[in-house]
């Protein structure tokens, strides 16, 4: 049985429809990456799937729970973090940790309390205020609230936005030691490295699910060719390339130009001729990154953000 | 000059205040709707020198100078005989109720000592709880009375003037002889401080959560619509039972205000009382999206309050559409209770009415407040 096993999910905030026939399945114990521009439905999914809002059209189970009819108990199961900070900030660390333990009526209090606090390292900042936290304290506070129930599955809505590299790495360190132990993690995310970091990802833009799969599969799967540009004058280069056909995106990277495509026919030819205007630029062939190929669906879906 | 004052940036400044200003619908209606609902309802109702109070007769003959008399008395304006009490017993339970603000005594033999030439008496008790709201009856009510009954001897003006004073009008002003307004207000001022304070803190009770983000992971966690509510209110019923104390010492000590009933009956009312308030509060925060509507919605819902209760004008001096009116408040009933306990040493019966009124109240609030939960962020 998966643990999320939800299809033809639609929700419509007025006359906009924010989650477009999402289907998606997440088996136990896996890690699985939820990518997407802004507003393209990754939150609106997420609280479907913990009961925060009920769907138009669509059905499924979480934890084998219908998510229509059985939200409350899904609650109990489930460990949600919020993509904004959403413990009490003008309660200390202690106060915030005991609050919910006593909510989902984890006993004794205390024991618990205290070993969280223990693991996260921050028992002698025990009585500080939540809210004078950095923002890499405060989301290891919120992961440690929200696991402190031993949810079997968790549900992270970008934990790691305005996180440093460092506390990012240890993030992660710790969602696959959870992940390790047979917790099933969904984390939407906006970085690159962190996707590579999932099991698998599954891609949304406006509300439809375009892409799922393991990173490699997610890539090959797009059919892009990229090349890379070296040389003098490069910015003149780019403005030449992109009005060539079979050239979808041109990017800077350093002393470097990425040209990206999916024809690929059409796409050699335009490089052939830029090469012979612009003396001393080389080609050579690139690989596909992740991001790559997430800015090609980017373009490719109709903006329904207006 | 360009860098202290520049009418672009005054302009720029203007134009965006209004856009907020615009988008912000219920302030806007607040602002220009709210003073006209206001002016008009309370142009109206408000009424310094009520007429038309209610009274009831104690008269066991039916001779033609008692109804000279009542008829005369109507004829003010001022009372209502809209209740004839069998006995005294009844007249003093109908006015410790507050159905009644005067109870009218013609005795028996008034007639016949009419006849006599015998000094007849009348004797009009009137609440006095409410010293405002009687004097205007009371000042009109000696010579209204002697003329009547003159007139209805067949007298002539000239005459009567000479023949003033035969009769005798005795004038009890009940509850507070001597026409202490503190004695009124004071009472007052405890409700009208509760509800300022109940209703206001529980009314942002849920607009905070959603407006500090806490309020999406609160739902998220295993809580129910139930649980939420009563975790919400209860601590203000605890600040309440403070306040009540700290105003009923106060009362006593600062303004010596005569404790007459049951300390236990007027307890039990301030407790439903401050139950209703803050399930009123919190019904406005499930209303609400952000706190400063809260507010808004509160201060909408505190003058009418204040004006319609009985608190700062006689609630019998309204006309009947604002009287009715007056009774959604929960206000109005705490007043007539306290009034009536603490002045007129009312017991339970008395007030049993009013405390129905505040029970349903708790019912209706509580009931609004869950339907309007939002257990979810649809």
Redesign the interface.
């Known amino acids: 049985m998966n643990t999320i096993d939800v299809h033809g999910l639609v929700k419509r905030f007025g006359d906009k429809t924010v989650v477009d026939h999402v289907t998606m399945t997440v088996a136990e114990g896996e890690i699985v990456g939820f990518l997407g521009p802004n507003g393209s439905g990754k939150t609106t999914t997420i609280?479907i799937m913990?009961?925060?809002?009920?769907p138009d059209e669509g059905e499924g189970t979480v934890l084998g729970l219908n998510i229509r009819t059985e939200?409350?108990r899904i609650?109990?199961e489930?460990g949600?973090m919020?993509q904004?900070?959403?413990?009490?900030?003008d309660l200390t660390i202690g106060e915030n940790l005991e609050f919910?333990a006593r909510?989902?009526r984890l006993k004794p209090v205390e024991e618990h309390v205290a070993r969280t606090l223990e693991e996260l390292g921050l028992t002698t900042r025990r009585n500080q205020l939540a809210g004078t936290l950095s923002g890499g304290w405060k989301q290891r506070l919120a992961l440690a609230a929200c696991i402190m129930h031993k949810p079997k599955l968790l549900l992270l809505d970008e934990p790691t936005a305005g996180v440093d590299p460092k506390a990012r790495r240890e993030f992660w360190d710790e969602i696959h030691r959870l992940a390790s132990g047979g917790l099933t993690v969904l984390v939407s995310t906006h970085y690159m490295d962190e996707a590579e970091r999932c099991h698998r990802i599954s891609y949304i833009s406006y509300g439809k699910m375009l892409a799922t799969g393991t990173v490699d599969e997610v890539v090959k799967n797009a059919g892009l060719t990229t090349f890379v540009l070296q040389g003098p004058h490069l910015d003149q280069v780019a403005d030449a390339l992109k009005e060539r056909p079979g050239v979808d995106q041109v990017a800077p990277f350093g002393a470097t130009l990425h040209v990206v495509g999916s024809d690929k026919a059409a796409l050699e030819k335009a490089l052939a001729d830029v090469e012979k205007q612009h003396k001393g630029v080389s080609v050579k062939s690139g690989e596909t990154s992740l991001e790559d190929v997430f800015i090609q669906f980017m373009s490719g879906s109709k903006d329904n953000m207006a | 000059m360009n860098s202290v004052f520049s009418f672009a940036r005054l302009g720029a400044l203007l134009i965006k205040e209004f856009i907020q200003m615009r988008r912000d619908r219920i302030t806007f209606a607040m602002m220009l709707g709210v003073p006209l609902l206001q002016l008009v309802l309370f142009g109206y109702a408000i009424n310094n020198d009520p007429k038309s109070l209610p009274a009831a007769l104690v008269a066991t003959s039916n001779d033609p100078y008692t109804r000279a008399i009542v008829a005369a008395l109507q004829t003010t304006g001022y009372y209502r005989f809209d209740h004839v009490a069998q006995s005294a017993e009844q007249a003093e339970f109908l006015m410790a109720r507050g159905d009644v603000s005067f109870v009218v005594t013609i005795p028996a033999d008034f007639g016949r000592r009419v006849e006599r030439g015998d000094n007849p008496q009348i004797l009009i008790e009137a609440d006095a709880t409410d010293p405002a709201a009687a004097s205007g009856a009371i000042s009109t009510l000696s010579t209204v009375a002697s003329q009547a009954l003159l007139r209805a001897q067949g007298m002539q003006e000239a005459a009567a003037e000479n023949a003033r004073g035969q009769l005798d009008v005795v004038v009890h002003r009940r509850y507070n002889p001597e026409g202490i307004s503190q004695y009124n207000i004071v009472p007052g001022l405890l409700g009208v401080i509760l509800q300022m304070t109940m209703v206001m803190m529980t009314s942002i009770a849920l607009t905070r959560e959603t407006e500090r983000g806490t309020m999406e992971n609160l739902l998220a966690m295993p809580s129910s619509p139930l649980e939420i509510m009563l975790g919400k209110v209860l601590p203000y019923l605890a600040v309440g039972a403070v306040q009540v104390v700290v105003v009923l010492a106060a009362s006593k000590l600062l303004f010596a205000i005569p404790f007459t009933g049951s300390m236990s009956l007027l307890l039990t009312a301030v407790l439903v009382f401050v139950l209703a308030l803050v399930l009123l509060g919190y019904t406005i925060s499930t209303i609400a999206r952000t706190q400063m509507q809260a507010l808004q919605l509160t201060f909408f819902f505190f003058l009418p309050s204040i004006l319609l209760s009985g608190f700062m004008f006689p609630y019998r001096g309204m006309p009947g559409w604002a009287q009715i009116f007056g009774e959604i408040f929960p206000l109005t009933h705490f007043l007539r209770i306290t009034r009536a306990v603490m002045l007129k040493g009312a017991e339970l019966p008395a007030v049993a009415g009013e405390i129905t009124w505040l029970v349903a109240f708790v019912a209706l609030f509580a009931g609004v407040a869950l339907v309007r939960f939002r257990r979810t962020l649809d």
């Open positions: 609280r913990c009961g925060l809002l009920t939200s409350l609650k109990r489930v949600y919020t904004k900070f959403s413990f009490y900030e919910v909510l989902y």
